[in-house]
């Protein structure tokens, strides 16, 4: 994974796993036991997807940088449509307090994607990669050029 991608995946998960423990220690106080499962399974599911995600976009682009906006839609669309499954497998559970555990992802989720977002823009990186191979002898010269 070259360097900015893994800053921007640290940079996005670092808040994320932040704010899971803040929403565990909330709803264990609020809710007990099942509260903090939920928080829990929450945290670590938004954390599991989105950077699986992240890494599957990385190799996914890694040889064809021009497919990047079709595959950030392909990427980010299989893993709502992951979570909906996660979601409707789990809606009528007891394992867990699902509105913690609903209220968590969705925090989570938008975290994740705000700071992904924030490390995307705060990276350097080029949209042209110049190419070092090439002599400044090939280059055109001023040598046609009135002066």
Do not use: H
């Amino acid at each position: 994974m070259p360097s900015p991608d893994a800053r921007i995946l640290r940079g996005a998960a670092i808040p994320t796993a932040v704010a899971g423990v803040i929403a565990m220690a909330i709803s264990t106080a609020v809710v007990g036991g099942k509260g903090l499962l939920g928080a829990l399974f929450a945290t670590l599911l938004v954390i599991v997807f989105f950077a699986s995600g992240q890494l599957a976009l990385d190799r996914l682009t890694r040889n064809n940088p021009q497919m990047m906006m079709a595959a950030g839609l392909l990427v980010y669309t299989t893993q709502i449509l992951l979570v909906a499954i996660v979601l409707a497998v789990f809606k009528k559970t007891t394992l867990f307090d699902t509105k913690v555990f609903g209220f968590t992802l969705l925090g989570c989720a938008l975290i994740w994607t705000g700071f992904q977002v924030r490390g995307a823009l705060k990276a350097k990186i080029y949209y042209v990669q110049p190419d070092a191979s090439e002599n400044k002898a090939d280059k055109p010269g001023d040598s046609g050029r009135q002066q």
